[in-house]
């Protein structure tokens, strides 16, 4: 059998399909074509020797700021791929109706790595910081509609910030806005939170199994947990009723306190992803496997991971044929090493934890293509700090 790559040797982590072991991954026409413990590497056009090294889905993140230029947040994707495995982008909310034609054309379109979108229920965006919803006439859901269904091969979803910055004033009324634009479309709603008002259980009340509650391992008020560490009863049952969990580490949002509590009690996030722009970059979150690291030292496993940065992001996004490495699907992948070593991982409130390994992308292929790896643009003049 002909292959245009194998990727021999390593160690196999795809929850997607349950595969976890010494396996070769054989690649043709950009597809995954064969994975095996033993391909022939004879007729492959190129072999990558993955000694050593965990080889998985390309990673999927499922929220992120990638409308670089046009948002106060947004970062180049492809740069950031190349280096991190992932091989597909969630942008959560940059874009709103006003500004969604310059995100499909600027970024979607032109990028290597695969990206889609949340609309932000603001059809201004995230242009500036915060306050996209202090004017309630930008929260048009008739426009917002318009716009997803004019564009659902790139738009899986609405968000929403509901926060007190973000809302500033007009309390809850931009989420039941919110809540209206994905019921009319048939999406996921994705609602960050942070400080309130409004308080937590009033967001939680607006959404729906399959609706995705990120930040939800923030250390500020409206926090998960009690001030005992304790999950709040309404969240427990909204969770176990189909809502999901993401964390969203960002540059304000991830708690090692919560965290701990969380997963002390048998509570495992549904979702990691990074929350990755501007300011986060920088650290404490630089990137996306310095944030699975940081699980790694709460006591996850690799492979429990993975799974949350591939094919349970994929489901959560409604793309399920995503994030795995089953017979057939796009061959997306990444490789990783395990490095030992003494490390220091910070939260948002930079809370250290030391740690004694972290994953290190060493190689990412989008689509049968090794990403090269590529100048990433400066930051910001408001970004630096």
Known sequence: MHFDMVIAGGEVIDPGTGRIGRFDVGIRDGRIAAVDRALPTGQAAQVVDASGQFVTPGLVDLHTHVYWGATFWGIEPDPVAARTGVTTWLDVGSSGAYNFPGFRRWVVEPSQSRVYGLLNISSIGLTAPTYELANLDYADVALATTVIGQ?????????????????????????????????????????????????????????????ILTHCFTGH????????????????????????????????????????????????????????????????????????????????????????????????????????????????????????????????????????????????LRAGQVMAPTLEQPLHTWAHR
């Open 151 to 211: 564009n659902r091969d790139v738009l899986v979803g609405v968000k929403a910030r509901i926060d007190a910055l973000t809302t500033r004033g007009t309390g809850i009324e931009p989420l039941r806005r919110a809540r209206e634009a994905a019921d009319r479309v048939g999406l996921p709603l994705m609602v960050h939170v942070g400080k309130g008002p409004p308080p937590l259980d009033e967001i939680i009340s607006l959404m729906r199994p399959g609706d």
């Open 221 to 364: 008020s409206n926090r998960v947990v009690d001030e005992r560490g304790r999950i709040l009863d309404y969240v427990k049952r909204a969770w176990e009723e189909g809502l999901i969990l993401d964390i969203g580490h960002g540059s304000g949002s991830f708690s090692f306190a919560t965290g701990e509590a969380m997963l002390a009690a048998g509570y495992k996030p549904d979702v990691i992803s990074s929350d990755i722009h501007q300011l986060s970059i920088q650290g404490p979150m630089f990137d996306l496997p310095t944030t699975l690291s940081k699980f790694l030292a709460l006591g996850m496993t690799v492979p429990e991971v993975i799974e949350r940065a591939t094919v349970r992001a994929a489901r959560a996004m409604g793309k399920p044929e995503l994030g795995t490495l089953a017979v057939g699907a796009v061959a997306d992948v990444a490789l990783f090493q395990l490095e030992p070593g003494n490390y220091t991982f910070h939260d948002v409130f930079m809370v250290p934890r030391s740690a004694k390994e972290r994953l290190v992308n060493t190689r990412t």
